[in-house]
């Protein structure tokens, strides 16, 4: 990259990220993300194995690693899993403590998941809340 075009590349720290992104959607907390699920959401939980193992499983959750996450959600793509059956499907998406999911959803939202979102805290505010958690 010439010095020219690094000129032109903005520079923002996460803080300033995350905000921009979750600018561009509604979040939800750990009880409307239970009854989304209940009306038929999907909810997706993108955390790394050694947190699900430390942690324990949210009951009906998809299990997708975050390097994985688009190729999975995405409706039209080869790989994805059963349950990504449309672009208006309704995904929470759910990592430990609300950071990664926040940059996950911005994705998901560029691929036309328009109904996407994340759980504020995450899975740690799931099972703060006291909601179901299978170990």
Do not use: K
Request: aromatic share 4%.
């Amino acid at each position: 990259m010439s010095s020219t075009q690094e000129q032109r590349v903005e520079r923002v720290g996460i803080d300033e990220l995350l905000d921009r992104v979750r600018a561009g959607y509604e979040r939800i907390g750990p009880e409307e993300a239970a009854a989304a699920a209940a009306d038929g959401a999907l909810l997706v939980d993108i955390r790394y194995a050694a947190l699900r193992e430390a942690d324990g499983l949210i009951p009906g959750a998809l299990v997708v690693e975050r390097n994985e996450l688009e190729w999975r959600l995405d409706p039209q793509g080869s790989h994805r899993a059963p349950e990504a059956v449309s672009h208006d499907l309704q995904v929470v998406v759910i990592c430990n403590e609300g950071y990664a999911s926040s940059l996950a959803v911005d994705s998901l939202r560029q691929l036309g998941l328009h109904r996407a979102t994340d759980l504020v805290g995450g899975f740690q505010a799931w099972r703060s809340a006291g909601l179901p958690v299978a170990l």
